[in-house]
């Protein structure tokens, strides 16, 4: 099912943290690869993710269920601060693993679950609503060259829908 426009700017961020997640997952197995990735989460987390789930609390938990809004925050918690730990300095295998099979499985319950339930229960007005709050602070995803091709993206959505 074509995902609601209200929160296609979430899931343009959720491209960029599955591949994020996939390097931290492939760092736990490979020494050598270690600095980059923390570099990358560190921009990420900087630049995108933590927004991210400011935005998603704010916005995103108005519209949940009392269990999808507690495995948000908790989830969300967790990452957090494995994120914290990995950027403070941890060298930790585990902690990679942990992160990267953490977002990329929490990732994917937003993408199949989540939002689904968000699109089967709120009203179109809430929808247009989230719409409005969703596609305007977007703009500031541009510059940060997580996703080069963002801008160029939704401008074609725009035109074709
Ligand atoms: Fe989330
Ligand atoms: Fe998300």
Do not use: Y
């Not at 995902?3 to 997952?25: C, Y």
């Not at 953490?102 to 809430?126: T, V």
């Amino acid at each position: 099912m074509k995902r609601h426009p209200a929160l296609q700017p979430f899931s343009r961020d959720h491209n960029v943290g599955l591949i994020l997640a996939r390097s931290m997952v492939q760092a736990a197995d490979n020494f050598g690869q270690r600095p980059d990735v923390i570099q990358s989460l560190t921009d990420a987390w900087r630049l995108e993710l933590d927004d991210h789930f400011q935005k998603e609390e704010l916005l995103l938990l108005p519209l949940c269920s009392k269990e999808s809004s507690e495995r948000m925050q908790s989830e969300h918690a967790e990452l957090r601060s494995l994120f914290e730990d990995l950027i403070a300095g941890s060298k930790e295998a585990d902690v990679f693993r942990l992160a990267g099979e953490g977002l990329d499985s929490h990732i994917r319950w937003e993408e199949r679950e989540l939002f689904c339930q968000i699109e089967a229960s709120a009203s179109p007005e809430q929808l247009d609503e989230l719409a409005k709050r969703t596609w305007i602070p977007e703009e500031t995803r541009w510059e940060s060259g997580l996703a080069p091709r963002r801008e160029e993206l939704m401008k074609r959505i725009v035109r074709t829908e």
